[in-house]
């Protein structure tokens, strides 16, 4: 398979983000978690870890199939739905967002993703899957960011 150096390099970075929110969570000083920085660490690690799933999936995939565009319309469709599930979860908990409302926060960005990831269902491209990997980690790297501000000793965080 073509680019399966790829692939395995962004499972490793989506472990290294799933990892991060341990490492973020032992640095934290404080006794007190509030809501949204709890509900974005539990997010790191799960949107972390989907990214390793993600970009591993194309393997047994290809194997069933044989077929290596095959293998990649098949895991770019699981990418786009799984976007689309991230819509559905983000209505749910938006109760936990501290700023953009919930069209700007998840419909309009993961949709944006998914439509990257469909538009691949029908071209089979490995570039385009990848695109897909890197948007699919742009999510719990964000969040990473968003707890790391809100370290910021002068208050001025999230």
Request: charged letters at 15%; zero cysteines; proline letters at 4%.
């Amino acid at each position: 398979m073509r680019d399966a150096f790829v692939f395995l390099t962004i499972a490793g970075l989506g472990m290294s983000v799933a990892g991060l929110a341990g490492l973020v969570t032992a640095l934290r000083r404080s006794g007190s978690w509030d809501r949204t920085e709890l509900w974005r660490l539990r997010n790191i690690a799960r949107l972390g870890f989907l990214v390793v799933f993600l970009a591993l999936v194309i393997f047994p995939i290809y194997g069933f199939l044989g077929d290596e565009v095959a293998a990649l319309r098949w895991a770019s469709g699981i990418i786009a739905a799984l976007h689309v599930i991230e819509i559905v979860l983000a209505r749910r908990d938006r109760v936990n967002w501290p700023g953009p409302t919930w069209v700007t926060g998840a419909l309009v960005p993961e949709g944006l993703f998914a439509l990257v990831s469909a538009a691949n269902v029908a071209l089979g491209s490995t570039a385009l899957f990848e695109v897909g990997l890197l948007l699919r980690l742009m999510h719990p790297v964000n969040l990473v960011l968003l707890v790391l501000r809100s370290f910021d000793p002068a208050g001025r965080g999230t």
